[in-house]
C-alpha cells in the first residue's frame, strides 16, 4: 500500500538545487551574525549611555537620598528596640508611624529629574544582570 | 599536603592576630591613659598592661569581637542544617575559578543598584509600598546565604588542599569564618571587605537561583505560547 506522503513526492517536481545554494546560506548566516552582533553591540552602548546619564542626573540629588537614609540611626534603633522591650504593641504602632513620615518625606523629596535619573540607571542595572546571569547558560535557556 | 597544613595553621593564627590587635587598638584610651604611681612610672610596660585589662573599651572590644565571630557562626550553622543543598548547589559555583567570582560580583553590585531604585520607586505608589522592605529582606536573607556558602567553600578549600577534607562541614564553616572574620576587622579595609563579600554573596545566590542550580529562564511560558 502505498504512502500518502510516497504519493505527495510524485507530484513535487524534481528541481535541480541551484549551484551556489550553499554559498547563498553561508552568506545570509554571516550576514545574521553580523547584523545581530550590531544589534547587540548598538543595545549595549544605549544601555551605557543611559547609566552614564542616570549618574549624570543622580550625582546633585544624591543629597536628598542621603538626607533621608540619615534619620535611621543606631540610637533610634536601639531607642525603639527598648521600647519594644516595654511594650511591643507600642513600639509596632510607633514604628509604623516613623515608615509612613520616612517614606512620605522620602517621596516628597523624588522629583521628577531623580525618578528619571533612577529608571535610567536601574535599566542598564538590570541588562547587565540578565546578561550576565544568561552567559551561563545555552541560548534555548536564556532569560530573555 | 604538609606545606598546605603548615599555611591553614600560619593563615588561622594570622586571622587570631588580626583579630586581637583590632580589639586592642580599637580603642585606644588606655595607652594614653597617666600613669599614676611612682612605681608605675619606673615600670611603664607593667602599668600599661595593668591600664589594658582595667581599661573598659578594650573589654568592649574583646566582648563585641566575640560575639560577633559566635553570631556569624551560628547563623552559617543555622544556614547549613536548614539548607544543606542550596549552600553545597552555591559552594560548586563558587569553586569554578576566580572570573567566576568576579562575574558573582558584577551580578552583586548591579542588583543592588536594581533593588535600592526598585525599593525607591516603589514607595511612589501605594500598593507597591511594602516591596522597600520586602526587597531589603529578599537582599540580606541572599546575601547571608551566599556569604555562608562562599565561608564554607574556602575553609573548604583550604582542608581539602591540606588532606583534612575528611572532618566536618561545620569545620570548614568554623575557618572559613575566622578567616573572613579577620578580614573584615583589619581598620579602614575592613568595610570595604565587607561590602564586597556580602555582594558576592547576593551574587552567587542569585546566580545559582538561590542555590536550586536552575538556571533563570522563561522557556515554561514560551513552551505556553
Redesign the interface.
Known amino acids: 500500500m502505498a504512502d500518502w506522503l510516497d504519493e505527495l513526492l510524485e507530484v513535487i517536481p524534481v528541481e535541480p538545487y541551484p549551484p551556489d545554494l550553499v554559498a547563498q546560506v553561508q552568506t545570509r548566516l554571516a550576514n545574521s551574525r553580523r547584523w545581530s552582533r550590531w544589534a547587540r553591540n548598538g543595545v549595549r552602548l544605549v544601555m551605557v549611555m543611559a547609566g552614564v546619564l542616570g549618574l549624570w542626573l543622580l550625582m546633585p540629588k544624591v543629597e536628598i537620598?542621603l538626607s533621608a537614609v540619615s534619620s535611621i540611626s543606631l540610637g533610634r534603633l536601639e531607642e525603639w528596640l527598648s521600647a519594644v522591650m516595654r511594650s511591643p504593641s507600642d513600639a509596632l504602632l510607633d514604628l509604623s508611624q516613623i515608615a509612613v513620615t520616612w517614606?512620605s518625606q522620602?517621596?516628597a523629596g523624588?522629583e521628577a529629574e531623580l525618578?528619571l535619573a533612577?529608571?535610567l540607571?536601574?535599566i542598564p542595572?538590570?541588562y547587565?544582570?540578565i546578561s550576565?546571569?544568561?552567559?551561563?547558560?545555552s541560548q534555548?535557556?536564556?532569560?530573555? | 599536603m604538609k606545606r598546605w597544613r603548615m599555611m591553614i595553621i600560619i593563615i588561622a593564627l594570622a586571622a587570631v592576630l588580626i583579630m586581637f590587635v583590632s580589639a586592642l587598638l580599637g580603642d585606644l584610651t588606655w595607652w594614653s591613659r597617666p600613669l599614676v604611681s611612682r612605681t608605675m612610672v619606673q615600670s611603664p610596660h607593667r602599668a600599661w598592661r595593668l591600664a589594658l585589662v582595667k581599661d573598659a573599651g578594650v573589654r568592649v572590644n574583646f566582648s563585641v569581637l566575640l560575639a560577633g565571630l559566635v553570631t556569624q557562626f551560628m547563623a552559617g550553622v543555622l544556614v547549613l542544617y536548614l539548607v544543606p543543598r542550596q549552600v553545597h548547589h552555591m559552594a560548586h559555583a563558587i569553586a569554578i575559578g576566580w572570573r567566576q567570582l568576579l562575574?558573582y560580583l558584577?551580578?552583586g553590585i548591579?542588583?543592588a543598584?536594581?533593588m535600592a531604585?526598585?525599593g525607591?520607586?516603589s514607595?511612589?505608589a501605594l500598593h507597591t509600598?511594602p516591596l522597600?522592605i520586602v526587597l531589603s529582606m529578599v537582599f540580606f536573607l541572599a546575601s547571608l546565604g551566599g556569604v555562608v556558602a562562599l565561608t564554607y567553600q574556602l575553609g573548604r578549600g583550604l582542608l581539602s588542599q591540606a588532606g583534612w577534607s575528611e572532618g566536618s562541614p561545620l569545620t570548614s564553616l568554623a575557618l572559613g569564618t575566622t578567616i573572613f572574620y579577620a578580614i573584615t576587622r583589619i581598620p579602614f579595609f575592613g568595610w570595604f571587605a565587607l561590602v564586597l563579600l556580602w555582594l558576592t554573596g547576593a551574587g552567587v545566590a542569585?546566580?545559582t537561583r538561590l542555590g536550586s542550580g536552575k538556571?533563570?529562564?522563561?522557556?515554561p511560558l514560551m513552551e505556553d505560547s
Not at chain 1, 550576565?132 to 547558560?137: D, F, N, R, V, Y
Not at chain 1, 534555548?140 to 530573555?144: L, V
Not at chain 2, 538556571?215 to 522557556?219: D, E, G, K
Open positions: 537620598l517614606v522620602l517621596a523624588l525618578v533612577l529608571g540607571l536601574a542595572a538590570l547587565g544582570v550576565l546571569l544568561s552567559s551561563g547558560i534555548e535557556e536564556a532569560i530573555i | 562575574r558584577a551580578i548591579l542588583l543598584i536594581v531604585v526598585v525607591l520607586l514607595i511612589l509600598m522597600l542569585v546566580a538556571p533563570w529562564s522563561i522557556l
